[in-house]
């Protein structure tokens, strides 16, 4: 087993995420090869890093606050390609539309170690085992006080509450 490869590939996947949950566009694409390929469903594939790109920053812009963790992974390293299987947990919260989301999947990726030494995504996608969607107005005590975009506050439908509601303020 080459330890380094798969400390590199475990360090790609987690800034993969990172860069993925912090909308940091720029440094998400350069996870991932420029012909890197996406499958999510069968419903759901990309056939270039551009792509793919295009897709998350719309769909996964600042109206929606996501946690992604991987963790599990099951690396193998042949010369300067390799697999991996990471267990997935996922949150998004969308509270425009009052959405709660919680699902696990495993992803399966494939890496390539690039001409300038580092290894970057050729492919990922996961296939779900399970997913729920939950409606934020099942979950009444239930208020967003901070967020990285700014703050949301829900309001609780009981008007005559005591409690004070959050303070106005954003997270930099």
Not at 15 to 35: G, I
Not at 37 to 55: G, H, I, K, P
Not at 156 to 164: I, K, L, M, Y
């Amino acid at each position: 087993m080459d330890a380094d490869a798969v400390a590199a590939i475990s360090r790609l996947k987690f800034r993969y995420l990172r860069a993925l949950d912090t909308k940091a566009w720029d440094e998400f694409a350069d996870t991932m090869v420029p012909e890197a390929t996406a499958t999510y469903s069968e419903y759901l594939q990309f056939e270039s890093r551009d792509a793919f790109l295009a897709f998350m920053r719309n769909t996964l812009g600042p109206h929606v606050i996501t946690e992604h963790r991987c963790d599990h992974p099951e690396i193998d390293v042949d010369g300067d390609t390799a697999t991996g299987t990471w267990y997935l947990a996922d949150t998004v919260l969308i509270p425009g539309h009052n959405m709660l989301l919680r699902g696990a999947a495993f992803y399966t990726d494939k890496y390539v170690k690039c001409d300038d030494g580092v290894w970057r995504i050729a492919h990922t996608g996961y296939e779900r085992t399970y997913e729920v969607v939950l409606s934020l107005s099942d979950l009444p005590s239930l208020r967003l006080t901070s967020s990285r975009w700014g703050l949301i506050a829900r309001e609780p439908a009981d008007a005559n509450r005591t409690e004070p509601s959050p303070p106005e303020a954003t997270m930099g």
